[in-house]
Structure formats: structure tokens, C-alpha cells
Nanobody, 131 residues
Framework: QVQLVESGGGLVQPGGSLRLSCAAS????????MAWFRQAPGKEREFVAA???????????NYANSLKGRFTISRDSAKNTVTLQMNSLKPEDTAIYFC?????????????????????WGQGTQVTVSY
């Protein structure tokens, strides 16, 4: 049974940082896309970042345009984990953050932001940015 478990969420002041982690179990995703999405109250789930295998030890990273420069996605294929480093956090970053994994190895870049591209989801971790 495949499971994705997020951790690292919490309360942080504006301008602070958090590091989210997602541990996958049940199968390896080292050669498959993994991503982070977020959902704020009353809003649709939105794409944050994704990492995709490009062969060998190479992975590409894609980000929502509005988050470039503040968020960094990385993965450890040996540990089957993906992390999201979030810096300079703003109150509008408050949301539940979800980890996702796809079973489609050759997922094209244009499809990375689509929730329908992912087959497995974690339960989410709450991130609150406030004083």
C-alpha cells in the first residue's frame, strides 16, 4: 500500500522559513514525478512545485511562477523523500500543503501543475504564517 506522509508544518511569523518533508512508502518514486500542492480555505488546490526525473541522477524542478525564488523543492531518491524549503513566508502562504506522486514516468512539463496528473496524495500538513 502506497503512503505519502508529510511533516514539518506549523506556525511561523511572516518572513520566517519552514521545511516540509514527504516520505513515500510502499513503492519507489525515484524515477517518477513528485510534487507539492497547497490549498487555502475556500480556494482550490494549487500547484506549488514539482520535481521530475530526467534520467541518471538528474532531476528537473518546476515552480509556480509566483513562488519562484522563495520555495525550493528537492528530493532524496535513496530515501524516497521530497522536501519543500519555504523562505520569506507571507500570510498568503497559509494553507494545507500536500505531497503528491505520479505513476507516469514521462509526465510532460505542461502537465506537472495538474492535480489530475498525480495518483497518490498525502493527508497534508498545515502551514500558518501569522504574528
Amino acid at each position: 500500500q502506497v503512503q505519502l506522509v508529510e511533516s514539518g508544518g506549523g506556525l511561523v511569523q511572516p518572513g520566517g522559513s519552514l521545511r516540509l518533508s514527504c516520505a513515500a512508502s510502499g513503492r519507489s518514486f525515484s524515477n517518477y514525478p513528485m510534487a507539492w500542492f497547497r490549498q487555502a480555505p475556500g480556494k482550490e488546490r494549487e500547484f506549488v512545485a514539482a520535481t521530475r526525473w530526467n534520467g541518471g541522477n538528474a532531476y528537473s524542478r518546476n515552480y509556480a511562477n509566483s513562488l519562484k525564488g522563495r520555495f525550493t523543492i528537492s528530493r532524496d531518491s535513496a530515501k524516497n523523500t521530497v522536501t519543500l524549503q519555504m523562505n520569506s513566508l507571507k500570510p498568503e502562504d497559509t494553507a494545507i500543503y500536500f505531497c503528491a506522486a505520479s505513476s507516469t514516468r514521462g509526465l510532460i512539463v505542461g502537465n506537472l501543475p495538474d492535480t489530475g496528473s498525480y495518483d497518490y496524495w498525502g493527508q497534508g500538513t498545515q502551514v500558518t504564517v501569522s504574528y
